[in-house]
């Protein structure tokens, strides 16, 4: 199924076990196929980014097989009512598709990204100037720095994957660093 442009929908396969057997099953209590939604439209019509959660966790070391398979519940809550771009207590799995030629808000958020170009091509471009192009398959370590990022195409969606985790209070200079949205429409704090 093509969702922006091309860019195929991703599914995405739950494991289990077998209550009464103990052997690796594929959970079917949700879905593969990961929900988008798009971010509100920017004021110059333009349109924007597009984020799908595909997993999400609470407390570390995650507990997979407590009373009820608590990581799904927590998942599905999240479903329901989309996280911030972290959880303070958790992880995010999340693609983040970007329409041609756009570039975000400069941002920054307290938590430690891994940022994995899946398709075309991105600019990491940092406060200081620095710019990176990253194209299929190259990782940016993003600590909590303040960024943001460009479509490099004029012509096609890019996808992102970014696997998302918090981090203990950042001081930067003197200055205990926050999170900061640039005016991103559509962006929940995180909790």
């Known amino acids: 199924m093509a969702l922006q442009?091309?860019?195929?929908?991703?599914?995405?396969y739950i494991t289990t076990h077998d209550p009464e057997t103990g052997k690796a099953i594929f959970d079917n209590s949700i879905p593969p196929a990961a929900p988008f939604y798009q971010l509100p439209t920017e004021d110059d019509g333009k349109e924007n980014a597009?984020?799908?959660?595909?997993?999400?966790?609470?407390?570390?070391?995650?507990?997979l097989y407590g009373d009820k398979d608590e990581d799904l519940q927590t998942y599905n809550k999240?479903?329901?009512?989309?996280p911030g771009v972290i959880i303070g207590n958790g992880t995010v799995l999340r693609y983040v598709d970007m329409p041609p030629g756009a570039l975000s808000p400069m941002h920054r958020t307290i938590s430690l990204d891994y940022g994995v170009?899946?398709?075309?091509?991105v600019a990491l471009v940092l406060d200081s100037g620095e710019e990176r192009v990253m194209k299929r398959g190259d990782v940016s370590i993003q600590r909590a720095t303040n960024h943001a990022w460009r479509n490099m195409s004029k012509t096609n969606w890019a996808r992102m994957l970014y696997i998302l985790q918090p981090v203990q209070p950042v001081e930067v200079a003197g200055q205990k660093l926050g999170e900061e949205y640039g005016g991103m429409k559509g962006v929940r704090a995180s909790t």
């Open 50 to 63: 597009m984020f799908a959660t595909m997993f999400t966790t609470e407390g570390l070391p995650t507990r």
């Open 5 to 12: 442009g091309k860019l195929y929908h991703a599914q995405r």
């Open 78 to 82: 999240y479903l329901k009512d989309p």
């Open 117 to 121: 170009v899946i398709e075309g091509e």
